[in-house]
């Protein structure tokens, strides 16, 4: 019996609306992203065999991999890549193209990254109280007690170090916004309307 057709959709969707999609093309799978990658023992399938996958049209494999949201961005990979492939680009992409298809691969992870744009958009800078404050929250009012009671020695050096203030209260002022704000949340704009996976 003839095997059943390969089918290149998934592939082409990729190269079209993932930011860096087509630098996938590069990838000649010799694995020195994955052997470069410092959570590679976290991962489940690493960049090569995330492109091999792209390629062979797996869209379940890949959209639901926790693996696509654990780019730390230290750029090892991308340093040593022999093709020059953005590898990083490319993750952080297919984790932003996930999460615009409503799948979320790590909800943590999600959640944390959306409170961490949220500050910067609105500021241009991450405030070291409001951050872990709203992040902790995520999880309701209760569970967001006993997350920030687990953090209390990171808070306590954070303090000592003058990379926090000591605020309480539902009504807690955001970091103060940098002079440039304006500038800042037109060039976001910008880049959002250029990118190739829209956001609403």
């Not at 010799?30 to 869209?59: H, N």
């Not at 309307?193 to 829209?198: E, I, N």
């Amino acid at each position: 019996m003839a095997s059943k057709a390969y089918d290149k959709s998934f592939r082409e969707e990729v190269y079209e609306k993932v930011d860096s999609g087509e630098e996938i093309k590069l990838c000649m799978q010799c694995g020195v992203c994955g052997i470069t990658c410092p959570l590679r023992d976290e991962m489940t399938y690493g960049p090569r065999q995330i492109w091999s996958l792209i390629r062979a049209g797996k869209r379940e494999e890949v959209m639901n991999s926790p693996d696509i949201m654990l780019c730390t961005s230290c750029y090892a990979c991308k340093v040593r890549c022999p093709r020059g492939v953005k590898v990083i680009d490319v993750m952080h992409g297919l984790a932003r193209y996930a999460l615009q298809q409503g799948i979320v691969p790590r909800k943590e992870t999600a959640k944390f990254g959306k409170v961490f744009w949220d500050c910067i958009a609105k500021t241009g800078r991450i405030d070291e109280t409001d951050v872990p404050m709203r992040y902790s929250l995520t999880a309701g009012p209760i569970h967001g007690l006993f997350n920030a009671l687990e953090m209390m020695d990171i808070g306590r050096a954070l303090l000592s170090h003058k990379r926090m203030k000591f605020k309480l209260g539902p009504g807690i002022p955001p970091a103060k916004k940098i002079k440039g704000i304006r500038g800042l949340k037109k060039m976001l704009k910008k880049a959002a309307a250029l990118s190739p996976g829209k956001e609403s």
